[in-house]
Every structure is written in C-alpha cells, then in structure tokens.
C-alpha cells in the first residue's frame, strides 16, 4: 500500500494549489517503483521555476481581509505529514505577511458558473481566485466577466512557467492560472503480448523515432487474432489523437476555423476508418465506448489502448508486463505531442479588488521548490519501468493544447465519428455532412 498512499498524497499536494491536474486512483495494490535520479531526470529547465525557490513578493498589509478561493473539492491544506506541514506553514506565513485570513469555498462543479455570474452581477463575487475548466472559463470569458493576468502583470516576469502560462491561456489572455504541468495522453502496450509474437517493442521504436501510424497498423494486424485484438478504442478519443499525431488542430484557435475537413483530418480520418474496416484491428465495444476499451486491455484481450497517466495505479497488478509510449505520429508530424483538449486553472473574477494582489498572494502560496521533485517522484511511484517512467517525463515537454470541446463542438462529432467507425459513411461523407454545424456552432459561441 506504500506505493498507493504515497501517490494519494502527491495528487492532494498537486491538485492543492495548481488547480490543472486531473489525478485519481481506481487500484487498491501496489506499483513497483522505478529508481530515479531526480537530478538528472528532472526538466525544470523547460518549466522555468519548477524546482528552484521562487524570490517571495512584496508584503502589502490588507488589513485582516478574507481571500477566498473557490473549487468543487476543499482545499484546505490538512497537515499531519512532513509534506503537508510545509504547505500549512506557508499558509500561515501568507497569512501574516498580508494580514489576511485565506478561506476556500467549495461549491458543485455544475453550480460554479451560475455562482460566479450571480455574484458578479451582484457587484460581489463569492471568491476572489476560482478553479475553471476550459469550457466554463470561454463561457465567462465571454461575457467578460474575467480578469486576464497579462493586464496587471507582465508575463515575462511572474512565477508561472511558460508551459503552464501557454495552458492557461483563452484568446490570448491568460486566464487560467497554474503551478506546473502535468498531462499524459499516450498508448498503453502490452508488452509481454508484443514479445511473444517477436514484435520490436514500441519505446525503442519511439526512441528512434520510428513509432508511426505505420508500425503501430503493422504490430496491430500481427496482434489480432481470434478473439485477441491489436487495440480497443474510444471512437470519439481516437480521432483528437489521429488528428494530433498527423500535425492538425481540431480548430484553429486564431481564427476560430473548425480543420476536421483539411487534408491532414481528412488523412487521420482515413486512417482511422481502416483501422476499423479495412484491417478490424480494433476489437469492438459491447455497449460502453469509454470502459469497454480499457476494460479489454486490462483483460488482455487487445495489445494496444490510449491512456493516462492517471490509470496506471489500477494496472499495477496486471497479469502481464506493459508499457506506456506516445501515440504513435503521422506521417505529416515531424515529432510526437501530447494532444490537451480541456484544462483546469484558478480564474480571478471580474469585480475582485487588487486584482494583482490577489495573484501575488496565489504566488506567495506555492511551495515552488517542490513542485517537480513532487510531480516527478509520482511519476516514479506509478510507472511500471524506466521506459514509463521516462515517456511521462517526456511528455510534459510536448504538451499541445487546443480546447476545441471549449467552443461547444464535442456533441457535434459524436455521429460523425460512430458513422466512420461503423463504416456506415466514408470520412469524406461524414465530415461534410457535420462540418457547416460545427463552424455555426463556433460562430455563434463568438458572437
């Protein structure tokens, strides 16, 4: 249980005060820990402050005012371990430095959006930082009821990372506030399955830069047979991946165009239609488009499925040895990306008093120094291998986001992609018959 304990409590310290990491556990055993050198397996040089202590702002007495911060779980830093006393403590330093009491407000994820609005038109909103996904924050971004953090403060200069600053940002604002990154969005592998049929295995084809579309078709036709699959998937998750290995957007964010029909989508729609049709590499779900698929892997019944980093608890006791890669890139990609299509950060509403206050204080509440060594050492705890281990590393490297579900086009591909994976329509058929409402459906959300 050391392993699931440990891990438990890095999510909490993560999740506390980043307000971006989707972590959660699903397993009750243990995962073999990879020994790491942090020192020379860290990346803070591409995360800018992660791993260094952060220089502390400037007090500014604020005369015993309550600072709120809102999110759908409490935050409130508990204590009780050498890790979690760290965070306690720099609260009560913060605390004392501003002259302020920090108080967390929680409400329903579904009931954020109307809370904030009512108390913004009520010329007092409920709290001044609150936690948004993508989708709420466009929403509100909107109707202009959010203070970008670029209108108080300049970029350059502030503790955020550039890849967390480049997550939070809608529109060309940053909105979105966090400490570090976190985000998977990969292939799980069978390994012990690719051994036994002779196959290379997917890391030392990734490593070389030869992990395709290509080799991943080749080991998934040399892996189904009989009732053994190559891969299971998720027809409405495989496309985002098919079109962001292939070097495409869903939706070009800087003018707003929906891509599903561009020759690079067209391409990975193709693709994805023969994986389904023409080779019947991918075992076929039996009512649940989003458990079946992992259920099968899990099951050993398929060789390949997308995954998180967050799944790979519930996978410690699997019968067999398995891996974690990148999905595999397209033929128009130069290297392989981690594709993120929603996001989660704290927001500062429009209404709140010193606004740049506010965010100094979120600041002055990080434990910066520990925040890579943190994320990085869950990272050890769950992988499996170095070879995970590693890939995971990589990966927060090569985050690309593109928050197309955040302009209401989720719902619209759903027919779509059942269509191409059934083989009911060509791509080319469906896309033109989903593509007017998609783009309706981005402009009228602009308008």
Same mark, same amino acid.
């Given at each position: ?5 440990l891990?438990m409590?890095?999510c909490?310290?993560?999740m506390m005060f980043?307000?971006?990491?989707a972590?959660?556990?699903?397993g009750?055993g243990?995962?073999?820990?990879v020994?790491i050198n942090s020192?020379?397996e ?5 995360e800018?402050?992660e791993?260094e202590?952060v220089?502390q702002?400037q007090?500014?007495?604020l005369?015993g005012?309550v600072i709120r ?9 508990p204590g009780?371990?050498?890790l979690r006393?760290?965070?306690?403590d720099r609260h009560?330093e913060?605390?004392e430095k501003?002259?302020i009491t920090?108080?967390y407000v929680?409400?329903t994820y ?6 904030l609005t009512?108390s913004i038109?009520?010329n007092?909103?409920f ?13 509100l971004v909107?109707?202009e009821?959010?203070i ?7 970029l350059?200069e502030?503790a ?7 997550l939070?940002?809608?529109d060309?604002?940053?909105?979105m506030?966090?400490s570090?990154?976190?985000h998977?969005g ?10 036994q049929a ?6 030392e084809?990734?490593e ?8 991943? #078709?080749?080991a ?13 998937a998720?027809h409405?998750a495989?496309?985002l991946?098919l ?12 003018n707003?165009?929906v891509? +599903?029909?561009s ?17 019947r ?6 009512g649940d488009n989003y ?5 099968y892997f ?13 799944e ?6 699997l019968p067999f040895d398995w891996g974690?890669?990148?999905?595999p890139k397209?033929p128009?990609?130069d ?8 996001y989660?950060?704290?927001t +500062?509403?429009i209404?709140v ?12 509440l990080?434990?910066?120094e520990? #925040?890579?060594d943190e994320?990085n050492?869950?990272?050890?705890i769950?992988?499996p291998?170095?070879?995970?281990y590693n890939?995971l590393?990589?990966m927060q ?5 593109n928050?197309?579900?955040a302009?209401g086009?989720e ?6 992609n059942?269509n191409?994976?059934?083989g009911?329509?060509?791509p ?5 018959k989903?593509?007017?409402?998609a ?7 602009t308008k």
């Amino acid at each position: 249980m050391k392993a699931l304990k440990l891990s438990m409590l890095l999510c909490i310290v993560l999740m506390m005060f980043v307000g971006l990491i989707a972590c959660s556990s699903d397993g009750t055993g243990t995962t073999d820990e990879v020994e790491i050198n942090s020192d020379e397996e860290g990346n803070g040089d591409e995360e800018g402050n992660e791993g260094e202590e952060v220089e502390q702002n400037q007090a500014v007495d604020l005369d015993g005012r309550v600072i709120r911060i809102a999110n759908h779980w409490d935050m409130t830093p508990p204590g009780g371990t050498e890790l979690r006393d760290m965070i306690v403590d720099r609260h009560a330093e913060v605390e004392e430095k501003y002259n302020i009491t920090i108080e967390y407000v929680e409400v329903t994820y579904d009931e954020k959006v109307s809370t904030l609005t009512n108390s913004i038109l009520a010329n007092d909103p409920f709290a001044d930082l609150v936690s948004l996904s993508t989708a709420q924050t466009a929403a509100l971004v909107k109707e202009e009821y959010l203070i970008p953090v670029n209108e108080f403060a300049d970029l350059n200069e502030i503790a955020v990372p550039k890849i967390s600053q480049e997550l939070g940002t809608m529109d060309d604002q940053f909105y979105m506030i966090g400490s570090t990154v976190n985000h998977s969005g990969g292939l799980f592998y069978n390994k012990t399955m690719f051994e036994q049929a002779g196959l290379p295995d997917p890391y030392e084809l990734q490593e070389k830069g030869e992990w395709t579309w290509d080799a991943m #078709l080749e080991a998934a036709k040399e892996l189904t047979s009989g009732e053994q699959f190559g891969m299971s998937a998720d027809h409405n998750a495989l496309p985002l991946f098919l079109i962001s290995s292939n070097d495409e957007d869903i939706l070009d964010i800087s003018n707003l165009e929906v891509k +599903i029909d561009s020759p690079k989508a067209t391409e990975a729609l193709e693709f994805m239609a023969a994986l389904y049709n023409e080779h019947r590499v991918i075992k076929p779900n039996e009512g649940d488009n989003y458990e079946d698929p992992k259920r099968y892997f899990t099951e050993g019944l398929t060789g390949m499925v997308i995954g998180f980093s967050w799944e790979m608890e519930g996978r410690a006791d699997l019968p067999f040895d398995w891996g974690y890669v990148y999905f595999p890139k397209g033929p128009q990609a130069d290297d392989y990306i981690v594709p993120v299509n929603s996001y989660e950060g704290l927001t +500062i509403p429009i209404g709140v008093e010193d606004p740049e206050i506010v965010y100094q204080i979120w600041e002055d509440l990080q434990v910066w120094e520990i #925040l890579e060594d943190e994320r990085n050492e869950w990272f050890e705890i769950i992988s499996p291998n170095m070879e995970t281990y590693n890939t995971l590393i990589d990966m927060q490297n090569n985050v690309i986001p593109n928050y197309w579900p955040a302009y209401g086009l989720e719902e619209a591909f759903y027919e779509m992609n059942e269509n191409i994976a059934e083989g009911v329509e060509s791509p080319s058929q469906a896309v033109a018959k989903v593509k007017g409402e998609a783009q309706s459906l981005v402009d009228e959300f602009t308008k």
